[in-house]
């Protein structure tokens, strides 16, 4: 084989993260040639600096938890000696380092050949791959290139004592007190982590309420629970000044009153989004560009194909309505691999995405908040279930609730879900290229959650939702007693005018 043959390929991906090695995967499964160019490691960011890391962290945070209510609230007179910090590492290593192993072994398997190297576009279907030469794609490039945390004008971070959402795993030890600037996702969990091992916590979200893109009675009931473990929560709250010490941070905070308070603390972890890479990727060499933000927009979100033909994009490169999840990546890297295969597309369904919380309490949500509902006129019906009305809610005594939002009668089966990017859904059909609706009438819009391990609850709820299914169908099906799971079923009961337990 000549090194041109050698180095032409039917799909060529750019990064080798979640939403790049899915869509490698799935497009060597469907009997493609597969060049995947990672700069880095296989995984990205979720599986060596993100997702896996910090959730193996987590749990041993729900650990020394779990001690403390032991202790606190059964009578089990356990304490926690001490913390083996290098052996904690070493295990969350451990996971990571299997998981990277795994997913470099799929490839391998699969056929997709990997090519360690910084590449770059040098037109709309060639790609150089520093160290490897000039590719050429067939069918088509796929940017997966993702992101990096964002940094505060001014505020450099050096790895000890002001720590990104990368390097906060990895910073030497556990710091006695914390600084979180970001109430999101993120900053909540870096939070959370903190706290559970010891660290004074202060937290400082911008917004008026933690979580801000999600219910807002998730953010005030996740504000309940993290100021009863001791969080300083600090929202609708500014950060104004900082000054490095020799060993942390002073720092100045401008609360909702205007007042100026100074916090110190040994570590300041900034958490205030993160921001897509395309820096040396050259996007104009294929006739391409960022928008303002950053992003490579679609030109056609069904394909996910921007406005280069054959040129892909996913994942974190991806503006709203992508959420910059792994999840989400691996449903735009099976869109984009059967596109590219000839198969039928269907745009990714944004709105029955779920939206996790891994901090204690966890929040999980997937759908419309109620104000996105009424901000699209629609007439609903909401009824909230706080999770301590159930047996298996006051043996957590985390707190907690339940939220579920519906059509009210006559609102209409899709209720104005942000979902048509250019196909239907999975309960109506298409007609002479128009979406006609089933007529359907009092759909679920949103599920919200908040309490303990309410990530492993939200499955239903996706489905629930994403089938546009009524609370009448949910209360017909039994869930299981004593659980958390029934204050979800209570919760359709009620609004099905079937409440047992709740009136």
């Not at 040098?122 to 490039?141: L, S």
């Not at 600037?181 to 982590?193: D, H, N, Q, R, T």
């Not at 009931?221 to 000054?243: C, D, M, W």
């Not at 989400?328 to 369904?349: M, N, Y």
Request: hydrophobic residues 40%; contains cysteine; negative net charge.
């Amino acid at each position: 084989m000549s090194e041109t043959d050698a180095n032409t390929t039917d799909v060529l991906v750019i990064g080798g993260g979640t939403g790049g090695y899915s869509t490698a995967l799935r497009a060597a499964s469907l009997g493609l040639r597969v060049v995947l160019a990672e700069r880095d490691l296989i995984g990205g960011t979720c599986l060596h600096r993100g997702c896996i890391p910090s959730k193996a962290m987590l749990h041993a945070a729900e650990l020394v938890d779990g001690i403390a209510e032991a202790r606190e609230r059964w009578g089990v007179k356990a304490t926690v000696d001490s913390l083996d910090w290098p052996a904690l590492v070493a295990t969350r290593d451990g996971i990571v380092e299997r998981n990277h192993q795994g997913v470099a072994g799929h490839l391998r398997t699969a056929g997709v050949r990997v090519v360690k190297g910084t590449a770059r576009l040098t037109g709309p279907r060639t790609v150089r791959i520093e160290g490897a030469g000039e590719f050429t794609a067939r069918r088509g490039i796929v940017l997966a290139t993702g992101s990096r945390p964002r940094l505060l004008p001014g505020l450099a971070a050096d790895g000890r004592r002001v720590v990104t959402s990368d390097d906060a795993l990895f910073a030497a030890g556990l710091p006695a007190s914390v600084l979180v600037l970001g109430g999101g996702a993120i900053g909540v969990e870096y939070a959370s982590f903190h706290r559970s091992m010891g660290a004074e916590v202060t937290l400082v979200e911008a917004a008026g309420r933690l979580l801000p893109l999600e219910d807002e009675d998730v953010g005030r009931h996740l504000a309940r629970g993290l100021k009863k473990r001791g969080i300083t929560v600090r929202t609708g709250s500014t950060l104004t000044g900082t000054e490095l010490l020799a060993d942390g941070v002073r720092a100045t905070v401008r609360t909702p009153k205007g007042e100026e308070l100074v916090v110190g603390a040994e570590r300041l972890l900034v958490a205030v989004g993160r921001a897509p890479v395309t820096d040396g990727l050259d996007l104009a060499a294929a006739g391409l560009a960022a928008d303002e933000r950053g992003f490579v927009a679609p030109a056609d979100w069904s394909r996910l194909e921007t406005s280069v033909p054959g040129i892909h994009v996913v994942g974190d490169l991806l503006p709203p309505p992508s959420l910059g999840l792994a999840h989400a990546s691996f449903a735009e890297g099976l869109l984009v691999a059967e596109t590219l295969a000839g198969l039928p597309s269907r745009a990714v369904d944004y709105a029955t995405v779920p939206r996790v919380t891994y901090s204690s309490p966890q929040t999980a949500s997937v759908g419309l908040t109620e104000a996105e509902a009424r901000a699209r006129g629609l007439d609903i019906k909401v009824n909230t279930m706080p999770l301590a009305a159930t047996a298996k809610g006051m043996v957590h005594g985390q707190g907690g609730m339940v939220k579920v939002i519906a059509a009210a009668d006559g609102a209409g089966g899709d209720g104005g879900l942000p979902w048509a990017w250019g196909s239907p859904r999975s309960n109506e059909v298409e007609s002479g290229g128009e979406v006609e609706s089933s007529g359907k009438t009092g759909a679920v819009l949103g599920v919200h959650l908040v309490g303990p391990q309410v990530s492993e609850m939200i499955a239903e709820s996706q489905l629930i939702v994403g089938w546009d299914a009524e609370p009448a169908d949910v209360a017909q099906h039994i869930h299981a007693h004593p659980t958390l799971s029934e204050a979800v079923g209570e919760t359709f009961l009620t609004l099905a005018g079937r409440g047992l337990h709740q009136h």
